[in-house]
């Protein structure tokens, strides 16, 4: 990733390095956890635009094809990411409640806004419009309050999933050689997400639930290709995901080991999100926060999952663990993953308020 590029927004990224070095940050919590809320069944996640199948701007693409196209005959259901068009009061308002709580970054609902997710529901051309939506609510979200608390920035976090394939492993157990998916595919995939991003107005991009190092180097090659084209480039985070207690990514990676993958995208910070409690990642970031020259971030779970997918860690159970991470210098910016909330992200906010961050290697300080 070329350095030598200009930052796109320079005075947003002054006010975010200013702001890391003054104290932990918070991220927002979970998306999805909010969202189940609101009990949205296949008519509500259709919304009015794609009430009677295809949505009447595309229709006409579809003309002549099977009855599958543009999301015509194809349940809806559980596109997250299509609510910031169908019902963007809906993600506006959990940004919202997340700022509220303390967050000082939310992330875009586009966790799944690649042509290859978006391929589950045959609506891959709605792919830049996702990304562009999704940044503009978060944007809007983060300057609202930022207006009435200027002296405290808030940043939108341009979210790019880990798609619904994987570079490194075969979906197969008859055929361990067999990929469904390719790296020129994932870096075309990613560059596409990253443009509508970048027009949306997000601060950051960031890289998240990485199970797949190879993946995840697609999407930073994708991301180096788009800054490139504009001549200019957002700070990048990059957050993995460690599967369960073995300590490894899905790939069969440790926290070290994939640092030292992804070290050559000099991102503004790395951390890990996702699969384990508090408690059950603390040793991970512990090897990250050795090793790593740039900020480190954590947002777990509350918790592993119940026999019935839940989560039960509640909001002073989690911020106690993650304060404890926060006093011993482990972290730069703290937040939530599955089964988190408003209430949560109040809670671990509070319990990291005035607690200093993590120092940053001597390395990052020379940069």
């Known amino acids: 990733m070329n350095q030598n590029l200009p930052y796109l927004r320079p005075d947003r990224v002054e006010k975010l390095e200013a702001a890391l070095a003054e104290r932990i940050l918070v991220l927002d919590g979970a998306m999805g956890t909010m969202l189940q809320r609101h009990e949205l069944d296949e008519a509500g996640y259709r919304g009015e635009r794609f009430a009677h199948g295809c949505d009447a701007g595309h229709a006409h693409e579809h003309a002549g094809e099977n009855a599958d196209a543009g999301g015509c005959e194809r349940d809806l259901k559980g596109d997250n990411d299509l609510l910031s068009l169908t019902h963007p009061e809906i993600i506006h308002d959990i940004h919202a409640a997340y700022l509220d709580a303390g967050a000082d970054f939310v992330e875009t609902n586009t966790f799944n806004s690649t042509s290859i997710s978006q391929a ?99 999407a930073l090659s994708g991301i180096a290709r788009v800054f490139d084209e504009r001549g200019g480039r957002l700070p990048v985070m990059i957050s993995g995901t460690i599967t369960d207690r073995s300590g490894r990514t899905l790939s069969g990676q440790t926290a070290e080991a994939f640092w ?108």
């Open 120 to 218: 589950d529901y045959a609506l891959q051309h709605l792919v830049p419009e996702l990304n562009r939506n999704g940044a503009r609510l978060a944007r809007a979200a983060c300057d609202e309050v930022e207006r009435k608390t200027p002296d405290r920035p808030r940043f939108a976090i341009g979210v790019l999933g880990p798609t619904s394939r994987t570079a490194s492993l075969s979906p197969d157990v008859n055929n361990p050689g067999f990929r469904n998916v390719d790296f020129d595919e994932l870096e075309s995939a990613y560059a596409d997400a990253t443009r509508g991003l970048i027009e949306g107005g997000v601060d950051i991009v960031m890289v998240e639930t990485i199970f797949d190092t190879l993946n995840a180097k697609a």
């Open 260 to 367: 030292y993958s992804v070290a050559h995208a000099r991102p503004l910070s790395v951390g890990l999100n996702c699969a384990l409690g508090a408690k059950d990642l603390r040793q991970h970031i512990e090897a990250l926060a050795r090793v790593a020259d740039c900020a480190v971030s954590a947002h777990p779970n509350a918790g592993l999952p119940n026999a019935l997918g839940g989560y039960d860690e509640t909001p002073e159970e989690m911020a106690k663990t993650l304060g404890e991470f926060a006093r011993d210098g482990l972290l730069n910016i703290v937040g939530g993953c599955c089964g988190t909330t408003p209430e949560h992200i109040a809670a671990i906010a509070e319990a990291v308020r005035n607690v200093a961050p993590r120092e940053l290697a001597a390395a990052a300080r020379a940069a």
